[in-house]
């Protein structure tokens, strides 16, 4: 029977994976109900679909690992379920990540003003550009999941009828061969998000120059632009950081005391990262957030709608009874 702390473990994880679905199956809802209704995609769809779907696998991969952990961590160690776990963790977290870097990308093209010839040209092939992007990461991402699953296997397969100091110690090797892999095909996108974050700066403060001189006072739209993409990728990095903070403690949680109760805490923090990010990017997309929008005002007549109704002559009751209590009658 689980304890009481891995019942609050299950309880917060299945909380953070229904609201994670819900954000970012709101995204991809929206997003394909107006690839219905226009008839063509756009490619800031194309890449918010793809991140979506993403961080859904990611949740379900993450929820998993945390639950056959928390029910059998030897067994699971020991298994090869554990290696397809991780090649499906690599393939949706490389990809989340990569499709973030090249929604950073897209508004880093679509809005800064740089008078460079480059990035002029690339603002000019900014479809292309994109979409070449899209496709070699996400090839990237397949390739990197692949070769882990087999190397990881292959190579690091014990045998149970060794002895446990030599099963530990290839245990460790191939932890750490395993948080190398992980983090270093992360730190492309990460980089790429950083300078668009840089480069977004550079451009608003070239923008918010130019403006003074005219004196307006005002923000004008492409100031309010660069503060949503700004607002946008700085959220991500800070979750990025916290969320890979997390991944080292949690790897590293089988060699330290109290290692379960780490790899709990651990996993309800990092679940934060596809759960949340969602709801970042509904609010910094206008056609996102007046969906939003519209469903909640929906939800609200529904629920006004579903209130008992009390006659008027019992309300006029009540208003008569409460008159006369305050105000009794002189004998």
Sequence with gaps: MPSTVEVIYMILIAGELTIGIWGNGFIVLVNCAGWLQRGDISMIDVILVSSAISRICLLCVVSIDGFLILRSPHEYAQSKMITIVDAFWTLSNHSSVWFTACLSIFYLLK??????????????????????????????????????????????????????????????????FKVIMLNLGALVPFTLCLISFVLLLFSLFRHTKQMKLYATGLRDSSTEAHMRAIKTVVIFVLLFIMYYAVFLVVTSSFLIPQGKLVLMFGGVVAVIFPSSHAFILIMGNSKLREALLKVLRCLKGFHQRRRPLVPQRILNARRKKSTQESFPSPR
């Design 111 to 176: 809005i800064a003003n740089i008078s460079r010839p480059f990035f002029l040209w690339l603002k000019l092939k900014v479809n292309r550009v994109i979409l070449g992007l899209f496709l070699t990461s996400f090839l990237t991402s397949i390739i990197i999941s692949v070769f882990l699953k087999e190397f990881s296997w292959n190579h690091f397969n014990v045998n149970p009828k060794e002895n446990r100091t030599w099963e530990f110690k290839v245990s460790k090797a191939q932890s750490t």
